[in-house]
């Protein structure tokens, strides 16, 4: 259906006086006397009555019909700004935008108001976002459920070259779109033991001497594209159960009168608190169990509303969990189903493992999340009992199918070595393990879930990961959107397959010409961001090497910036080579525990002073780092892009969803063969990509026999070599030659993501890229094409495979 038949009537007259009354209700204010903030609350405050009517008609319709819901749940969810989004979701944005002009404000300035909502990190987070914008945009019941984090990860700045962690306080002048559902509360459980009871010949389990914390809902609106479906992202806050004990406090022991609302308010304080120590481990459990055993009750509780028949579970309720965090969610189903209402063991455990889905986000081992066995049963003493037997009856299970097969019981374990493996449980006790890219699938199968794989085959699928178009075209780069809907009309904002039809333009002068005049105009942006944030002065004729992404060593952000100080001196010592200016820009927040990664992230930035700062090189390279990478800025990044930077050790990145942004936005990938960039490749051809490096099958091959040797290369690469040693030698680090000392040992020693042995390989490809954009009417075909071959990289279409293959969900039409 075309958008433009779903428009929503608007009433601008009705909308302006509402901003200004508004204006006036909530701060005692005339129009003329507002901030730029009191406006962005006004017009927030003004929008969500209209939504609040598809929120009501969507919920009753879900009702009426007693359809079946997904519940996705994730530790993040990295949503960006809502007031944009939401007003291109209602199809207002063009008339809001005309309205706020006619009243003297600026729309864009307005949006820049409004804090990144803080509820996630990275890819995984911005998956999540994607996915609840597409299953409302399909018509699909569903739920997020997160944390509503206080301070979310950090507010990463910048000093003296070095990340320093500030608390993002995006909470601080409210949200206007959320709303408290107090009705909602469930309680949480924590600590204490378990005794069992005989009742009527049945042992129950009861729970004593706990911590109880009450977990509230806020819900958030998830607005589907013009067709008047309101989902919901449920993030779960902390209350102490008894906020004040008076009669402590009355008898002096002040500390004990709050403990419990400290506890609640450690609880949600922040995202992934650093994990490097036992409390932290600790804290990191309390928030998974805390908001999965919120979810789960909820939804039962839901469910019981319209359904008599707890054993119906299946056929009404689904819970994905986004990654290992939410795990825990097949033991906590369990606990209810057995504890609470009463069901045997093996009935309990049929009804989850047909409602439990596991999507798996990650090749590599370490993050597959483990758990002290002591740790875990100290803290969820009921939990742990029931994961036990679950282990007790999976192991019975595996040595029926594997008699004597003692190396299948300790790959496979739930529980092994003092551990509980969560990735384990989410398999046995899941219908479905997917995957996010074909490659991704492939190793998982084949080798890190080989045996699982093995076990039972029709459990495991494929889904790769996409992004929605409606924020990273629409609403991030709105000149683009603007030429592709006069191109080919504007079906493509709910169906970007359609996009293909660009492809003839590829080849068009014209076109080409005003697909790089968008592109020069969306540089130009990016280039005034970067003066009024970093305070250099970037060409935006130079080519823009972007690469934006959580700062960790697989992702390679120092292959990139050992090829920046070889590139540097090459230009030292031939001043006159040929080469295209680059302006090279990385955006990362590095975990705060995770030392090598914030190191580079200081090396980044004392190679851009140095750089940066040399009259001799004419500018022909600058480096920039853009503190506080997120959803926001990414949009304004991803826009001005002419490179994509996509350089992961290949089979190591599960799929990777930055490259589909840049894609969308017309920049080709400089990349591994990793990850969606295979994919990506498949669809737009290798000739309009930068590919190089090491194959995943060679990678793979090096780590079963060995036979990479760094120092060999070191030894015989003279130019990497001099690379290298200016890491020790005070170039970069003239006060401490021994800062990066750690990089140069580990590169040299070990090189466990080969950096040096991909670097000349990388090297090649980035000469390639230079020349390649010298052809300015070779590389605008190539933009355009990559632009026009981005359809299969829509969340709509991962998130109809999902619902159609794994979910069984049906469409419900909202009418108003």
Known sequence: MAASKKIA???????????????????????????????????????????????????????????????????EFLMGRAL???????????????????LGFDLNCIEDEEPDAALGNGGLGRLAACFLDSLATL??????????????????????????????????EGNPFEIKRSEYAVDIKFGGYVRVENKNGKNVYIQDGYQLIRAIPYDMPVIGYGNNV?????????????????????????????????????????LYPNDNHYSGKELRLKQQYFFISASVQRAILKFKENNDDIRKLPEKVTFQMNDTHPTVAVAELMRILVDEEGLEWDEAWDITCRTCAYTNHTIMAEALEKWPI???????????????????????????????NEDKIKSMAILYDGQVKMAHLAIAGS?????????HTEILKERELKDFYEMRPEQFNNKTNGITQRRFLLHGNPLLADWVTKKIGDG?????????????????????????????????????????????????????????????????????????????????????????????????????????????????????????????????IKVVFIENYRVSNGEIIFAAADVSEQISTASREASGTGNMKFMLNGAPTLGTMDGANVEIVEEVGEENAFIFGLSAQEVMKYEREGGYHPLDIYNSNPD?????????????????????????????????????????????????????????????????????????????????????????????????
């Open 84 to 102: 944009g989004n939401n007003l291109i979701n209602l199809t207002y944005y063009k008339q809001v935008k005309e309205a706020l002009d006619e």
């Open 374 to 404: 002591d740790l875990f049963q100290r803290l969820l003493q009921r939990i742990y009992q029931i994961v036990d037997e679950i282990n007790r009856r999976y192991m019975a299970l595996i040595a029926s199918k594997y008699p004597g």
């Open 431 to 439: 219908y479905s393990v997917n995957g996010v890219a074909k490659l």
């Open 720 to 816: 990497l070599k001099k690379v290298l040693d200016q890491l020790i030698d005070g170039t970069y680090s003239k006060k401490d030659k021994e800062l990066f000392r750690p990089l140069y040992d580990s590169l040299i020693q070990k090189d466990v993501y080969f950096t040096l042995k991909d670097f000349d390989s990388y090297k090649e490809a980035q000469q390639r890229v230079n020349k390649a954009y010298k052809d300015k009417s070779s590389w605008a075909k190539m933009a355009i094409l990559n632009t026009a071959c981005a359809g299969k990289f829509s969340s709509d279409r991962t998130i109809e495979e999902y619902a159609q293959e794994i979910w069984k969900l049906e469409k419900v039409e909202v009418k108003l």
């Open 139 to 172: 018509n699909y019941p569903a739920y997020g459920c997160g944390i509503r984090y206080r301070y979310g990860m950090f507010k990463q700045a910048i000093e003296d070259g070095y990340q320093i962690e500030k608390p993002d306080d995006w909470l601080k």
């Open 492 to 620: 493509w904002i709910t169906d970007l397959s359609q996009i293909s039809k660009i492809k003839k333009c590829a080849t068009e002068k014209k076109s080409q010409k005003e697909f790089m005049d968008i592109k020069y105009k969306n540089k130009v942006r990016l280039a005034e961001y970067i003066k009024e944030h970093n305070g250099i002065e970037v060409d935006p004729n130079s080519i823009f090497d972007v690469q934006v992404k959580r700062l960790h060593e697989y992702k390679r952000q120092q292959l990139n910036i050992l090829h920046i100080m070889y590139l540097y001196n090459q230009l030292k010592a031939n001043p006159k080579m040929d080469f295209e200016p680059t302006t090279f820009i990385f955006g990362a927040k590095a975990a705060a525990g995770y030392k090598t990664a914030k190191l580079t992230i200081k090396l980044i930035n004392s190679v851009a002073d140095v750089i940066n700062n040399d009259k001799s090189i004419n500018g022909k």
């Open 9 to 75: 009537e608007f009433d601008k007259e009705g909308f302006k006086r509402e901003v200004i009354n508004n204006v006036r209700n909530i701060y005692r204010k005339t129009i003329d006397e507002a901030t730029p903030q009191m406006i962005f609350q006004a017009v927030s405050y003004a929008i969500k009555g209209d939504i609040i009517d598809r929120w009501i008609a969507t919920q009753k319709e879900y009702e009426k019909k007693n359809v079946k819901t997904v519940y996705y749940m994730s530790m």
């Open 230 to 270: 309101v989902n919901t992202l449920r993030i779960w806050d902390a209350e102490a159960a008894q906020e004040f004990n008076l009669d402590s406090f009355d008898k002096g022991e002040y500390q004990k009168a709050v403990e419990e609302a400290n506890l609640a308010r450690t609880l949600v304080e922040v």
